[in-house]
């Protein structure tokens, strides 16, 4: 079992940042990929981000391509993502997910992660 603590969200203009933090539970942190998922009112959870358990590799959605930075710190069991040029669209409930354990590559389909945060709100003013 793996708990998930997300961090980070806030209020903020457009064009700031922010970073927003996932502290994980248990041992096996480092087999698993991890994502950055937001939700947005009246629309389907998407994912933002995703990395592999190592780190080496990282797939953005087209959206947040060049403004979003997903890494990760397995000695620290963590995973983070840093928003920059944010923009009101932006604004969504972010939530951290782990895949199984040993499931190392990452992937945008929500349903191959089965661990999830509570989620932490982002809101982006105009």
């Known amino acids: 079992q793996v708990q998930l603590f997300e961090s980070g969200g806030g209020l903020v203009q457009a064009g700031g940042s922010l970073r927003l933090s996932c502290a994980a539970s248990?041992?096996?942190?480092?087999?698993?990929?991890m994502g950055w998922f937001r939700q947005a009112p009246g629309k389907e959870r998407e994912c933002a981000a995703s990395?592999?358990?190592?780190?080496?590799?990282?797939f953005y959605a087209d959206s947040v391509k060049g403004r979003f930075t997903i890494s990760r710190d397995n000695a620290k069991n963590t995973v983070y993502l840093q928003m920059n040029s944010l923009k009101p669209e932006d604004t969504a409930i972010y939530y951290c997910?782990?895949?199984?354990?040993?499931?190392?590559?990452?992937?945008?389909?929500?349903?191959?992660?089965?661990?999830w945060g509570q989620g932490t709100q982002v809101t982006v003013s105009s």
């Open positions: 997910a782990a895949r199984q354990q040993f499931n190392s590559n990452p992937r945008f389909n929500k349903d191959e992660y089965h661990y």
């Open positions: 248990g041992r096996t942190f480092s087999t698993r990929a």
């Open positions: 990395i592999s358990a190592s780190g080496d590799n990282t």
